[in-house]
Each structure stands twice: as C-alpha cells, then as structure tokens.
C-alpha cells in the first residue's frame, strides 16, 4: 500500500475525518498546556535578591548566616563549598521596596525574603567569590565580613585589605568594563566589622581608617609589584598586555571609599558581633541590607 | 573515649555534635584546612579497610563524607586511646543520618536540619560498639557474628525484611538480637526480662506502686534504649501525675476549690497538652507485650539497623547494577547509560571515571606533570566526582575537565599572599636588613634570577648587597660581579644601590652569608640577596652544609629555582630541598626558571607544587633582566587543560 492509496495514513491525515478532526484539536489544545507546564516546571518561580558574604576565613559569614537564618547562632567551621540559603528580613526591618506597605499585604511578606549566599573564605577557595562577582546576577550588595580583632594586627589587616581591594577592584571593573553608557547596577559594599564584643577589636571608625590605609599600601605595591605571566606565557607580545587598572582615582594617592562612589559602588562600614548577641548587635547590619532590599 | 563526633556540612555548619570533653574548634578547623582544603596531610589510602586519620594535638581525627549531601562526620578522640570501632561508628552513623535525614538535607536553600532526636540512635550505637570491642563476644544465648572487619561488612548487609516478620511471633527483645548482625553484651538484652521480673516481683508485695513508678520500672526495662520513646512516656506520665496537684501548707492538699472554679486555666494549661501527648501515643507503635504480659518499648535496634540495611541495600544495588544482569539488562543499561552520558543527570561511579581519567592522566603527562603529581590530580578529582550526578547535558569528560581545572587552580593559588616588597618594608620596619637567598640543583639559573630580582628591587628603590656564597665552582664570583657591574650601571639612571659582597672561593659558605647580613646591616643596605652554589639534590654530602647555612644566615626567604624543563624529578628535587634545611625551615617559594623555552608543558610548576605544598612565586620567562613575572594561576590553568 503506497502513501497516495485512498486508505493510507496521507490521505487519511488530509481527508474530512472525525477522527483526524479530532485528534487535530486535541493536539492544538494540548499542545500549548503541555508546553506551559514544562517550561514553566523548570524556570523557578521568581528569582529572589541575593546578597553575597564575601570575607577572609574566620571572619563569622557563616555565623551570621545562620543567625539570619534560625535566630540563633549554630557552631561553625571552616567552609569548603559556598551555600545560598534562603532568609527572611527580621519582623522589626522595613525593606526599602516596600516603606509603604502594609503589615498584611502578601507582597510584603514576599519583599522581606531574600537569598543569602556564602562563600568560602581561604584563601585557595576564593574562585567561588571572585566568579559571582565577575559576573553577579540579581546582586543586591556585598556584605564583606571582616574579623574586628585581627584587623589590629599587620598580618591580619594585610590579608583583609588584600582581599578587599580585589573585590571592590573587580566591581570598579565592572563599572568601567561596561558597554552601556549608564553603567551596570550598583552594587553597594557592607563591611561587616565583626566580633566587636572582643577586647582587642577595633571600633568602626578605627576600621575604616586602618583599612583604607592598608588599601593603599596594597595598591602601591601592586603598581611597583612584577607583571602577571600571563601575556608571556600564552606567547602573546610584551607590549600588548592589556592596561591595569588601579583601584579609585586612577591610583594616585591614597585611597578612601567615598572614591568607590564614583564608580557605582558605596562602602559602608558598621560593627556589631554575631556571637555573644541576639542579633540584637547586628542591627545595623539588617537595617543595610533592608535599605537595599 | 570518644570525645567529640560531629556532623556538619561542606559549607561549615555543624548539623549535629555530641561532645563529651571540650575539643577546641580549631582542631577540626585545621583538619579541614590541612586535608580538605589544601591538601598537605595525605590521608592514607582508603582500600586499607580503614579510615584516614589525622593527629592534631594529641588528638586523632577520622572522617568519612558524603559527598552528594555535602556531609562530613568526624569523631575526635585522644591520640592515646586505641579505638577499632570508629570506622564501623562513622559507617553506621553515616548510614543512619542519611536514612533519617536525607531528604531533609536535600532542600534547596536552607541549612536548617532538624536532628534534635538523633541522639539516641548515636548512643545506641556507641553502646553497641562499645561493648563489642570490649567484652567481646562471650554473651551467652545468642549468635555469633566473628566481628572481624571483613565479616562485619557482610553481616551488616543481611536482609532487611527479616526484623518485622520475626516480631510478629516472638518477643521484642529476641528479635533484636537476632537482628543485631554482631550481639550486644553490655546492653544487658538477655538479662533484660530477669530484670524487670525483679521489678516486677517487688512490686507485687509492695502493694501500690505509684503510676509513677511503675512507669519508671517500664521504662528501666528498656533502659538501654534511652529511646526517643521513652522521653515521651515519661512526658506522660509526668503529666498525669502531676495534675492537679497543689501544694498546700501541709503538703499536697487532694483537692483545692478554688482551683477547681478556674476552668479556662486548667484547660489551658493541663487538659490540652495531656490530651495532645496521649493521642499522639499509639500502644503499638511504641512497644509491645512480651510473653509475660510485661510491656517493653520498641526498641531504637530495630529501626536503626533497618535504616542502616536500607542503605547498605541501596550501595549494593547501585554497585550491582553495573556489573549485573544478563544480555538484555546489560544492553539496555549500557544504552541508557550512553544517553545519560550525553544528556547528564548521569550518577558517576569509579568504572565510569576509569577510562576518561586514564586519558585526563596522559594529557597531563603529555603537559611534563610529573606521574606522581598527574596521579595525585587524578585521584583527588576522582574522589571529588565518584558518587556525583552530572548536571544536565554535560557527559563525563566535561564534568571531569572542569573539576579538573579547579582542582589545578586549587593546588596552584597560594594560600597567603606573596607580595616580596611588603615583606622588605616589614622586615625593615624591625631595623634589620630582609635576607633573601636561592637554593637550587646546578645550571637552573640562580645567578641569573638573583640578578633579576636584584633589578627588580632596584627600580623599586631598594639598597642591594648582594653576597657570594658560591665559593665552589670557578667563575662564579666573576659572574656575579659582571652581573653587579651591570646593575650599576642601571641604578645610576633608575635610583637604588647595589653591591657585591665577596671572600673569594674555598670558604664556608655559612660563614660569608652571616658576614654579609652583618655587613649590610653595618653599611645601610636594607635587603640581602644571597647566591648559593648549586648541588645535586640527593648528594646528602652537599645537602648538609645547608641546614648550617639556614641556622647561620637566617633568611627571610628561601626561594629553590627549578627548570621548567625537569621532568618527573622535579618532585624529588623539591621534597630534598624543602627537608635539607633541617626542621622547622623549609623553602619558602619556587622561582621557576626557563618557561618561555617549554611552550604550554608548564607541568614542572604542578609538580613542584605538588611535591611540597609551597607556591610558586616568580617564573623566569626571558634572558633579560624584566623577564621575571608573577604566576597567573588562570593562565597557567588554561595552557594546562589545552
């Protein structure tokens, strides 16, 4: 039996039946409910504001993490494996979405929900920060936990320093990286002073000053410091390696965080401790990031 | 004893611990530093039948993870103490929390895992384990199981459905003991009904027992349990007995009028929870009736080895599966298993990895990685993908190629930074000059490097002295000169100083670094940099003088200089180099010399890496005196995998 027989399936397809006419609406109407179902299955729902804690180890991002989460500080470790957590804004912060709300409204229920994601701290697991920031999706700010009471200490506030200068060196890139001439998103910085309840952590203000101090020191030895062997090796020619960038005006100086205005990005600084505190201490941090929630 | 054991994840919260003397934080802080993290400490090999250890103040760690879940169960105890039952306890509790908790912990965004009641089943099985080890095996009446570690991984994989068909017809705490794969003396289980028939009988002529009591004489028959169950009985019976009771002035008064009038309160307070705690008890789920009419509560044993069969069944499927079937099952297997190669979602196991991994090693050999350190590579990938499940629509070889590449940029990036000049103005900062000096095997390129290090301070202002204490081979002083007068010549235009510091040949080498520190000291010099003469690493003869030179010259830094084009003995090189300056010194960083002449083979630097745990810190890649540069771990990542 060919194809163009009279009882063969083309024909049968083409001709006025009940059933072709049948299965042909079926089709047209399931089709589309199959589609939503599958696509919409895998895309989540609603994507929701994250904030990244950055910090060298030991610092407490983890703590607090698990502060915001259960309300009470669970013991921690050493992290290996970054982890996004899902928490919810504690009842006495307003988000900044939503000042005009009501207490009832579902939506301010929804507003109050964001994603906290941790990311290891040592200095060999560092990869997984560095990615997110090169390329942060739905980053709401950066919550950049630092050690109040190593910071008193040279080797303690070189390694923090150092590893701030990178990350607010890879969002200044980003800003002047950027193809559109209103620039990315701003992305605010929060650093976190913790484990103020110590007797050798430095006050805030302290903080600040000591930080921008060893910023600069770390840019000034970054511009004297050897090139980077990457051009030489890929066999690529001296002359063409790509410009450096310096952190803040140019490099020139020395450096303070109202300079990272300039480049969409704002650097606070609050203190508080995660331990020993009912996230009473850490208030301050809350009412950041519901300010930029 | 034990004295702590914990569970927690690979993000760093503690799920679950169980302490029984204080254990600093730090100890397994410094066990995931040192073996998950950076890998110094090897763990011994896992096919010894044992876990890996670790000793950190005189305390022994052992481990096991599970790395679908993101767990690692660690139990702490005294170096002193010998423990043979910790690797079937990490087994078992493995097995356990993974049973009980598993689905729990698969929750997307969220670190909360509520174990609250897994305690009991923990101190089960201490218990269990304990009194294996200890009393052995001479309990009377009940089957033997040799508790040798070999039989003990086959008598854990009995069948599951043995326990409920057996419970059916015969008293609990039989059952459980047939069940249990190895008796359990300690736990008094065969002793258990004389016990309570004591109990029992005094109770008889003792007349009134209160309910109390006789709650109490129950709950002592299970007593080894200390179950879950037993908590909520005593909540019971707690809540019956103490309605209504009020303390009067003469005691408890029976009945108070007044109390009698506040129903809302009594209501709120008694009535509600009582009633709660009562239907939420089922007879059946918590206990059964032994022959004697006395109630036994259920024991935790049977469900704890059900749980740990459960998953002792499912490894064995998992492994069996591959391996099983006949001709259709295998062709079938092999199709689905080629389709999930391509669409992901595959779960990976060692066969799977076998064959990409071979290849993965070549390529590194191929890229000059020494074979030790390309094992080494493969191994630790392997462990990080053995158990995982592909993401969709990545194969193996994709999945391996990206794990790949972190597990090189892990080994690469150094753990703390390596800025040279903020080390110099420290060192400085103390009032002494920073001493800098290069070891290495003969022709690498020490005097060359030297002198390019030299340059490379001397545009950054630096007074440089530097000191020859190559008093070995011919001309090697004279080539230092030629390199100072150069120098010079630079500085004049560039600003810093440099000079030579020289005692001709035949002279202990130690002693002319010592002399030269002082010297710099004396004349205003603020950094050394010391040249040493080259020597085959595994002439112990030559190797010696080195420890000397350490004690007397006191550098800041120890740098070895090695080719980049040494093959597989650049491992050898830098193991005899970093333990030749006796303990408690070692080399500080690599110079690797010669990568403009390799091409994309930079393994040499891996190798190096590999053997010693210190980081590279500057790589030659010219004749000129520029031609030193920091290390790209991104970019010697990418030459690596191309």
Redesign the interface.
Known sequence: MAWYDEDSWATAAFAPKGSTIAITFLLAVLLPILLHQFIYRKATPTTLPCFLLIGPSGAGKTAFLTLTERKAVAQTHTSTAPSAIEVLLPEDHTPQSSHYRSPGDPAYERSRRFLLNDTPGHGKLRHFATTQLANPTNVRGIIFVLDAATVAEEAGLNETAEYLHDVLLALQKRYTGATTSKGPKEIPVLIAANKMDLFTALPPHLVTQQLEKAISEVRKSRAKGLKDSGAALSGEEEGLDEEREWLGEGGEGSFEFGQMEEVGTSVTVHGGHVIRGDGADVRSWYEWIASHL | MLDTFEV???????LW?RRYSPVG?HI??SL??DV???ERVQPQAEDAGSKPTYRKEGYTLKWTTAKDL?LIFVAVYQSLVHMTWIDKLLDNIRALFIGLYGEQLKT?????VNCDKFAPYFERQIQDLEGQSDSGFSAPGTKLTPPSSADNESADEFDPKIPPLQKQHKPQHDTSADSTPVPTPDTSRPTTPAQSHLLTGRAGPGAKLSRRGKKKAAALTSAPASSGDEASVKRKGKGSAKKNRVWGDFGAEEEDPSMVLDYSQSDLRDEAPEGEALAEVNPESWGSRTGKGQFVLKDLDLEMDQIIAEQNAKKETSTSAVSGGGLVGSSLGAIGGLFRNVVGGKTLTEEDLAKPLKGMEDHLLKKNVAREAAVRLCDSVKRDLVGLKTSSFTTVEATLRTSME?AL??IL?????L????EI??VNASGRPYVLSIVGVNGVGKSTNLSKIAF?LL??HHRVLIAAADTFRSGAVEQLRVHVRNLQELSKREGGQVDLFEKGYGKDAANIAADAVTHAAKTNFNVVLIDTAGRRHNDQRLMSSLEKFGKLAKPDKILMVGEALVGSDSVAQARNFNQSFGPGRGLDGFIISK??TV?DM?GTLVSMVHATGIPVV??G??QHYA??????V???C??LMS
Do not use: M, W, Y
């Not at chain 2, 927690?8 to 503690?14: A, C, D, N, Y």
């Not at chain 2, 990036?413 to 930074?417: A, D, E, G, K, L």
């Not at chain 2, 800025?419 to 903020?422: A, E, G, S, V």
């Open positions: 927690l994840t690979t993000s760093g919260v503690v611990s934080p397994i802080n995931i530093r998950f993290i950076e993101g997307k965004h969220s670190s909360v972190k940029a892990k990036t150094p753990t703390s930074s800025d040279l000049l903020r103005q420290t490379f545009q950054n990568c403009d091409g930079v500057f790589l890649v010219g031609d030193l540069r920091g290390l790209n991104g970019s010697v990418r030459l």
